[in-house]
């Protein structure tokens, strides 16, 4: 995966590494804490030009130090400030200590601090070392905050947001907008802490990418940077089956859309050909709707053991409105004996989850070959385990369903992850809301199917596909259809 610091998530821990690595490499961490201190009042002072008052409420730890650093700068550039601590600032150790003997200014008690109009707070509580629940009066402070008018400023994360998961600890602020140091962290990202952020300003303070990058690099942001380098290329003398050839399942005569819609977004997404299987009985819906995309009848295991000697036909999209669990356990047991790629969605991973250990075993060796495409309920299907493990955030959840599967993950939603055996996770942030619509999961099972077919490793085809979805959606706009949907496909391409 190509990264660097605009794509690159760090976690709290991978922080902790870095400020070690920092120091060991002869930064001063102290000098750390002041810019990213002088940052956050800098963006206050911009983005709150008409504040009667700063309160910066300081924590325990090194948020707190950035605190009283921002404190300092915004009574030296001449606005009014009150600081409000959670705990003794004699306690304070290391650069936090510094940073509060430096400010020289008074402190009062957490609970004294009442919100007032004209306020404007900064929020310097708990940043990456929140580590469990927070007590019953922070909590009653930040929602008392929260309920005011009064806007927040967050330094690093918004307090009581878990930056690792993106869960809220007790309770969290609601920031108009936050300032972090270097690079975004998960809990940025992942819902619902993005929603907690407001707008993200992320500072340098100097860190060097070469650090970030040591500590850093599984895990990103869905961006074109890490999959733009194996996109297929577009060449004149392209052949159609140099484009590749995707096979779709069609469902029975009675749910035939759901294909067809797989089948129509493959080949707008770039397949060289496709083609719909279908049953006989559900032979006439699909060809009263299909053109370009060709129809071909396949009834059960012979007609497609016998199309499986077509050595061009090497990706398959089984799942969305197919509705017979045994028959789509029979066709993806066929297609992985047969070395083939599937992407499996909808009642295809339904299909499994008495067994999903027998899913596993068909696609357990060699490169993935098996894309999974779940949303929360269909995963919580194949990984009931995981997805009952509150311990875990979103990318964890994926990184492990990934390694026990051989598969690559796309565990959906607003804050769609997805995760390679290997570890890579990335997390997506284009999806607009109303991309939420009837048959946009089918969209995307076709879409990665396509990728797939013209060559892309499995991992990268994927979150391609998941990125140009997301596009997609906003380039269609609100009230998108999935049949809009797929037409917004091609107006993405050129900024791949
Ligand atoms: N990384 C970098 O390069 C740089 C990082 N910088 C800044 O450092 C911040 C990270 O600092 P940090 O590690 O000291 O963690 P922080 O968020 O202040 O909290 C730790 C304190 O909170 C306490 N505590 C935890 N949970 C609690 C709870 N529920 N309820 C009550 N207490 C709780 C915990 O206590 P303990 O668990 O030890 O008992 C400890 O005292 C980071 O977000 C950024 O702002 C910048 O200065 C620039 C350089
Ligand atoms: N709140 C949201 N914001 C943005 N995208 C979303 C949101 N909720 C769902 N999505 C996306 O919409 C698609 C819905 O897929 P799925 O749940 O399979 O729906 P369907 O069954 O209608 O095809 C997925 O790509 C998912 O990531
Ligand atoms: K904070």
């Avoid at 650093?69 to 705990?87: K, M």
């Avoid at 609970?111 to 708990?126: C, E, K, T």
């Amino acid at each position: 995966m190509q990264s660097h610091k605009e794509t690159l998530l760090l976690t709290p821990e991978n922080m902790g590494q870095v400020d070690r690595a920092a120091a060991a490499s002869g930064l001063s961490s102290y000098g750390l804490m002041e810019r990213a201190g002088q940052a956050v009042a800098a963006c206050a002072l911009r983005r709150f030009p008409g504040a009667l008052r700063f309160v910066i409420l300081c924590g325990p730890g090194n948020n707190g130090g950035d605190g009283y650093v921002v404190a300092r700068a915004l009574r030296a550039a001449g606005t009014e400030i009150a600081v409000h601590a959670l705990g003794e600032p004699a306690a304070l150790r290391g650069d936090a200590a510094t940073a509060f003997a430096q400010f020289t200014g008074s402190v009062a008690p957490l609970a004294d601090y009442h919100p007032r109009s004209g306020d404007v707070v900064v929020d310097a509580l708990f940043g990456a070392g929140l580590g469990r629940n927070l007590a019953a009066d922070v909590i009653a402070t930040i929602e008392a905050i929260n309920e005011s008018a009064v806007p927040v400023l967050a330094v690093d994360l918004p307090s009581g947001i878990d930056g690792r998961t993106g869960a809220v600890r007790g309770a969290a602020f609601q920031a108009a907008a936050t300032v972090t140091f270097m690079c975004r962290k998960p809990g940025h990202l992942l819902l619902p802490g993005r929603m907690m952020t407001g707008d993200l300003e992320i500072f340098d303070i100097g860190i060097p990418e070469r650090i970030l990058l040591a500590q850093g690099g599984k895990i990103g942001v869905n961006a074109p940077a890490a999959w733009r380098h194996v996109l297929p290329v577009k060449t004149g003398a392209g052949h159609k089956y140099v484009r590749g050839h995707l096979a779709v399942f069609s469902g029975p005569a009675t749910a035939t859309g759901a294909g067809r819609l797989s089948a129509m977004a493959g080949l707008r997404a770039g397949a060289g050909l496709v083609t719909l299987l279908s049953p006989t009985a559900a032979l006439s819906a699909n060809a009263a709707h299909l053109t370009a995309v060709m129809l071909k009848v396949v009834n059960g295991d012979g007609d497609l053991s016998a199309l499986l000697e077509d050595v061009r036909l090497k990706t398959f999209v089984l799942g969305p409105g197919f509705g017979d669990g045994e028959r789509a356990r029979r066709y993806a047991d066929l297609i992985a004996s047969g070395e083939r790629r599937l992407v499996l969605d909808a009642d295809g991973i339904t299909a499994f989850r008495d067994d999903p250990q027998m899913l596993f075993d068909l696609f357990a060796e060699g490169e993935p070959r098996l894309v999974l495409t779940p949303h929360d309920g269909e995963f919580a299907r194949l990984f009931p385990d995981l997805a009952e493990d509150s311990t875990l955030s979103k990318i964890e959840r994926g990184q492990k369903a990934a390694a026990r599967s051989n598969g690559v993950v796309i565990l959906k939603g607003a804050d769609t992850v997805i995760a390679a055996p290997d570890g890579r996770a990335l997390v997506n942030e284009n999806a607009p809301p109303w991309l939420a619509t009837a048959g946009s999961g089918d969209v995307l099972a076709g879409l990665v199917g396509a990728h797939l077919a013209q060559g892309m490793p499995a991992f990268e085809a994927a979150a391609s596909a998941v990125w140009r979805h997301g596009e997609a959606g906003r380039t269609a706009g609100e009230g998108l259809t999935a049949e809009t949907l797929i037409d917004a496909l091609g107006g993405v391409d050129h900024i791949m």
